[in-house]
Nanobody
Framework: QVQLVESGGGLVQAGGSLRLSCAASGRTFSNYGMGWFRQAPGKEREFVAAISSSGGSTHYAGSVKARFTISRDNAKNMVYLQMNSLKPEDTAVYYC?????????????????????WGQGTQVTVSS
């Protein structure tokens, strides 16, 4: 079992920045990759970013590449999402996620199907 708690969401003007945090517990954190997803009203949950277990490899959705940065601190069991140059279309509930227990440590899923554990979400609202 993995427990995930996100924080750091809020209201920001277009062009601004926010840093989301996700605290993980319940499993050896450095043994699995982590992902960030988001879901806007009336839309399906979509992949935002993912990071490998060591932090050495990162992946981004095209819509956020060069604006968002995912990172992790394995000593603190934390994963972060730094969001810069925010746009109104970034408005959504953001979720961090951990993969199924059986996913190899060398694998970082890039779709929601690869993740079994989800936080409660944190709202990000970007005003124009």
């Amino acid at each position: 079992q993995v427990q995930l708690v996100e924080s750091g969401g809020g209201l920001v003007q277009a062009g601004g920045s926010l840093r989301l945090s996700c605290a993980a517990s319940g499993r050896t954190f450095s043994n699995y990759g982590m992902g960030w997803f988001r879901q806007a009203p009336g839309k399906e949950r979509e992949f935002v970013a993912a990071i490998s277990s060591s932090g050495g490899s990162t992946h981004y959705a095209g819509s956020v590449k060069a604006r968002f940065t995912i990172s992790r601190d394995n000593a603190k069991n934390m994963v972060y999402l730094q969001m810069n140059s925010l746009k109104p279309e970034d408005t959504a509930v953001y979720y961090c996620a951990a993969p199924h227990t059986g996913v190899p440590v060398t694998t970082t899923p890039l779709s929601a199907a690869g993740y079994a554990y989800w936080g409660q979400g944190t709202q990000v609202t970007v005003s124009s």
